[in-house]
Structure formats: C-alpha cells, structure tokens
C-alpha cells in the first residue's frame, strides 16, 4: 500500500525542460522498483522510464532514451524525471508508480504536461 502524489508538471515550449516529482508514503516504498508512465487523451497509457529500488539500474522507452533521466532519492521518498528537449508529441498526463514484487500496483493522480509548438 503505497500512496503516490505527482507534481511539477505544466506548459513548456519545443526544446524546454521540466522536472516532475513523485513523493512516496507507505508500504516499504524504498524497496520497490519505481517508475513513469504517460497517457494521451484518446491513446492507451504507455511506459516512460522505471528504476530499481537501489537505483542501480534505469529502463527507458526508446521514445524518451536520450531526453529523460529517472533518479530517486531514498531519503526523500521521492523520484524525478527530468525531461530535456521537450517535443510536442511529449505532451500526456504523466503517473507515477510503484512496482511491488513485480507489479505496477500503485499509480498517482497524475501530472499534465503540455509542449507547445
């Protein structure tokens, strides 16, 4: 049972960056695998970028590999993703979620990110 609250979205133009947080409570929330998901109005929600509990290792979908960066910090029960040169086709509500044993069984409200042309 983990709660998963996302902020830092918002509207850049083509080329810009922002950084989304996801701040974590309950459950053993440092010893899950991590990770962001988007979703487009009228398109299915599709995987981003996922870490591992330790941070050791990061995955990333080819759209983002490049751009993204996913980190964490254990200490703040927090994970970011940073996103550089920004493209319209970026544009989705972005999820956080955790990954206990090997399923995304928890999901946050979500964040919308616009890019602007």
């Known amino acids: 049972q983990v709660q998963l609250v996302e902020s830092g979205g918002g509207l850049v133009q083509a080329g810009g960056s922002l950084r989304l947080s996801c701040a974590a409570s309950?459950?053993?929330?440092?010893?899950?695998?991590m990770g962001w998901f988007r979703q487009a109005p009228g398109k299915e929600r599709l995987f981003v970028a996922a870490?591992?509990?330790?941070?050791?290792?990061?995955n990333y979908a080819d759209s983002v590999k490049g751009r993204f960066t996913i980190s964490r910090d254990n200490a703040k029960n927090t994970v970011y993703l940073q996103m550089n040169s920004l493209k319209p086709e970026d544009t989705a509500v972005y999820y956080c979620?955790?990954?206990?044993?090997?399923?995304?069984?928890?999901w946050g409200q979500g964040t919308q990110v616009t890019v602007s042309s």
């Open positions: 979620a955790a990954q206990p044993r090997g399923v995304w069984g928890s």
């Open positions: 309950g459950g053993s929330v440092n010893s899950y695998r």
């Open positions: 870490i591992a509990w330790s941070g050791a290792s990061t």
